[in-house]
């Protein structure tokens, strides 16, 4: 089996070690592993492309590669300059430190490498490790849930999944819970929720120069969204697996649209 991996922390982030192990103990003894995955971190940048600039390209390492761009940017250059002479049966994108549930999703990069592999035709898994106390902390390691937990359950969601090949494929987001691996209990298949009361905004900033600059802040992550949606199991101990595609269609609308505009 052959695997590609990406993340949006960046190369040298702990994740895509734990990743590393995931895709190399799936992948098994006859297997190969590529990362292809950003020289610096890419969190926030969701599904974007370098399509203005060129992005350079370096091996670290035999099947190591660092590109400067995003992680969209990392499957591309992974599937059309690393990996010409076969293309990867998966590609993984991960592990993010922090939990990719409910809106978050729509600015992951994470999710974004992910969602260019559906993209091309590769089935393609997001992974996330929500953060929390009960995981944060001297002496603790935070993706503990995430490394003990995620080479079973990628393994299941690779052989039992369902896997299409239309034009919108789907690929899945991953979050496990903020605890530690020995709390967590159990996974459920849970639709995108919503945090009524989490939003980005801007706080504004004085430099040592004197100039003024906007900081990006984000909302509370451990709101509840609704019963049975990605953070609320979460919250409740549980890893959450959804579904998603890249058709951002109001397919519920559409004939009530069409007859309103008649």
């Not at 969601?157 to 691996?181: C, K, M, Q, T």
């Not at 639709?191 to 004197?210: K, L």
């Not at 802040?217 to 049975?228: E, F, L, M, N, V």
Request: hydrophobic share 45%; glycine share 12%; aromatic share 8%.
């Amino acid at each position: 089996m052959r695997i590609l991996i990406t993340n949006d922390d960046g190369i040298n982030a702990p994740g895509l070690a734990v990743l590393e192990t995931i895709a190399t103990e799936l992948a098994g003894p006859e297997g190969e592993v590529f990362i292809v995955a950003p020289a610096f971190e890419q969190s926030g940048v969701g599904h974007a492309i370098s399509f203005n600039r060129p992005l350079s390209i370096a091996e670290l390492s035999p099947r190591r590669f660092a590109a400067e761009g995003s992680p969209a940017d990392c499957v591309l250059a992974g599937l059309y300059d690393v990996l010409t002479d076969a293309r990867p049966d998966l590609v993984l994108s991960g592990v993010n430190r922090g939990n990719n549930s409910a809106e978050n999703a729509l600015y992951s990069g994470t999710i974004g490498g992910a969602m260019e592999a559906a993209l091309q035709g590769i089935p393609a898994i997001a992974l996330s490790q929500f953060l929390g106390p009960a995981c944060i902390g001297p002496g603790l390691d935070p993706f503990e849930a995430a490394r003990v937990h995620g080479p079973g359950l990628v393994r299941q969601i690779w052989e039992h999944g369902i896997w299409d090949d239309g034009p919108y494929r789907v690929f899945y987001s991953v979050n496990f819970p903020p605890l530690p691996a020995a709390a967590v209990k159990g996974a459920r298949v849970a639709a995108q929720g919503y945090r009524t009361d989490s939003f980005f905004s801007v706080a504004p900033a004085i430099s040592p120069n004197g100039r003024r600059f906007l900081w990006i802040k984000g909302g509370p992550q451990h709101s509840a969204t609704a019963p049975g949606t990605d953070a609320m199991v979460n919250l409740e101990g549980y890893t959450s697996i959804t579904p998603m595609r890249a058709d951002l269609t109001a397919h519920d609308l559409l004939s009530d649209l069409a007859g309103r505009l008649a």
